[in-house]
């Protein structure tokens, strides 16, 4: 979560998902930023904040153009994890 283009990308996917998918997602979140230490965990929340920061002053950090291609393998990949259907 120290990249920014990452952190973007995986609030963007929290955001978007349904109420009942964000159920279902939760344990895996706890389990993986469960394993950061409190200091971590800190400096990811305040990095989260500052992502919807509405000052002119911040520096352009959005993220690069993504590869369609690559970005559906990906998310194949992590829905089939997940147990949920690959989308057609």
Not at 54 to 81: C, F, K, L, M, Q
Request: hydrophobic letters at 40%; aromatic letters at 6%; glycine letters at 4%.
């Amino acid at each position: 979560m120290h990249d920014e283009p990452l952190l973007r990308l995986v609030d963007g996917w929290l955001a978007d998902l349904p109420a009942a998918a964000f159920t279902d997602v939760l344990p895996l979140l706890r389990r993986t930023f469960g394993t950061f230490s409190a200091a971590e965990r800190a400096l990811d929340r305040d990095r989260a904040r500052r992502l919807h920061d509405p000052r002119p002053d911040r520096p352009d950090t959005s993220a690069p153009e993504i590869d369609a291609a690559r970005a559906e393998a990906a998310a194949t990949t992590v829905r089939t994890i997940l147990g949920w259907e690959p989308r057609t």
